[in-house]
């Protein structure tokens, strides 16, 4: 894909895409994608399907959503989990997630914003003013929330170049008070999508959006159980991969593809056909997303034969855990169910966060590994400071960690390499 390709070349140029950047963007993204998936040994069938998904990502997928819009249907982006897609559903909308994994947009955000900030964020909005990101181009609307400081303020800016609707999201997540503030969010939202696409959500439809979603999460949360299996029936990269494509595919179709793929992953482990050396020591991975294309840690892992088995992430186990349950039938029960699942998200900006400590233990020993490697990306406090609480958890428990702050740059990956060798050599090999 890239400006010869006369297929998208229209659509882009109609999205506003610089057409120059991009295609250096993509020309890169190939390469990489190449170099990191394409080589794996023994990889599951089932990956072809996600290996199209990413040749076509800001094509044939774009087509799809830009086909939607002319149908009159609604685009919303998201940069955080907690932003409630069921009601975006329910609003007869497609929602798509806009976190920034790439070092490439850094430097035109790094004309407006200071350095000194999460790449994350600055990888997003390099994206949106550099005009490089055509699912950004697509939206009709953006949702941010006051998760952490670097993002709520970037949003104001971000409100220069699209409209941004920003969610209050409480920063408790177990009192009544909180609930309460969660649940009018919740309300007031619904109706911005009501405002937005001109239509009431009905109950019925909220229900349909639940099922919807709620079988796309089970369906991942499958394919994260085959990788307790010793040896794992999937890369790290590869499971990785299915959780950060979640946020871009279209849900029936997704859902649909990864069924298939857990399916194909149970029966390897019948079989006892897993990848990597079951001798060595796994690692389980915590901390801060990785959006696309950041493969950074998991590659780097990986490529020492140690597999990474789970993601205690928000583009990981955090999403996919719990499901909606609603207890009743009216409409103020099903937005309360939605409040009760997301207030379970235990993200490092809740405070006191023990559910996070907690899960993150059980976590690591569920999935019988050998280690946690804890990511912070650079300048993000609230998961460099839960850290100090997660690795005396994890001491208290026999799970050694190591942490390592980096951002998307490859000045370090050798330092990183050395430091990740040292800490699997004093590993015991998995259980
Ligand atoms: S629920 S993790 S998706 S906020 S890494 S931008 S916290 S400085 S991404 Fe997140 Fe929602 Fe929480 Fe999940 Fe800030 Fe930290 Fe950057 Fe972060």
Redesign the pocket.
């Known amino acids: 894909m890239g400006l010869t390709d006369q297929r998208y070349v229209n659509m882009w140029t109609e999205l506003g895409l610089n057409l120059q950047k991009h295609d250096i963007l993509l020309g890169a993204l190939g390469q990489i994608y190449g170099d990191l998936f394409m080589t794996q040994k023994n990889r599951p069938e089932g990956m072809k399907y996600f290996d199209f998904v990413m040749s076509e990502v800001h094509g044939l997928r774009i087509k799809e959503i830009v086909d939607k819009k002319k149908e009159g249907k609604k685009v919303i982006g998201a940069?955080?989990?907690?932003v409630p897609e069921e009601l975006v559903y329910a609003s007869g909308s497609t929602m798509v997630g806009l976190?920034g994994g790439a070092d490439f947009s850094i430097p035109d955000a790094e004309t407006v914003l200071p350095r000194n900030?999460?790449?994350?964020?600055k990888s997003f909005y390099g994206f949106k003013v550099g005009g490089t990101c055509p699912y950004f181009q697509s939206c009709d609307m953006v949702v941010g929330?006051t998760?952490?400081?670097?993002?709520k303020k970037t949003y104001e800016l971000l409100n220069d170049l699209v409209p941004t609707y920003v969610m209050e999201i409480p920063h408790k997540n177990d009192t009544p008070q909180a609930k309460q503030l969660w649940l009018t969010e919740v309300k007031l939202f619904k109706s911005k999508m009501e405002a937005l696409t001109g239509k009431t959500i009905e109950k019925d439809a909220v229900k349909e959006a639940i099922r919807l979603i709620n079988a796309k999460r089970a369906a991942m949360k499958r394919v994260s159980e085959t990788r307790k299996a010793s040896p794992p029936p999937i890369s790290g990269l590869d499971g990785l991969l299915v959780n950060q494509v979640s946020f871009y595919d279209d849900v029936p179709r997704f859902t649909q593809k990864v069924n298939e793929l857990a399916d194909e992953l149970e029966k390897r482990n019948r079989e006892g056909n897993g990848v990597g050396d079951p001798s060595r020591p796994r690692l389980m991975f915590s901390g801060?997303?990785m959006a696309i294309p950041n493969w950074k840690l998991h590659s780097i892992i990986e490529s020492m034969g140690v597999p990474v088995v789970a993601e205690e992430?928000?583009i990981g186990s955090?999403y996919f855990t719990d499901p909606v349950q609603p207890k009743g039938d009216s409409m103020e029960s099903l937005l309360e169910a939605i409040v009760d699942k997301y207030s379970k998200?235990s993200?490092?900006?809740f405070t006191p966060n023990q559910q996070r400590i907690t899960n993150v233990v059980e976590m690591a020993h569920d999935f019988k590994a050998s280690g946690v490697i804890y990511n912070v990306?650079q300048?993000?406090?609230?998961?460099n400071v839960e850290a100090i609480r997660v690795e005396r958890a994890l001491k208290a428990a026999g799970m050694p960690m190591l942490k390592i702050e980096t951002d998307y740059g490859s000045e370090d990956v050798e330092q990183i390499r050395t430091r990740v060798e040292a800490f699997t050599e004093m590993l015991r090999p998995s259980r």
């Open positions: 940069f955080c989990l907690y976190c900030m999460c790449p994350l964020i929330e998760t952490c400081d670097g993002k801060c997303p992430s928000c955090r998200i993200c490092a900006c990306l300048y993000c406090q609230t998961y």
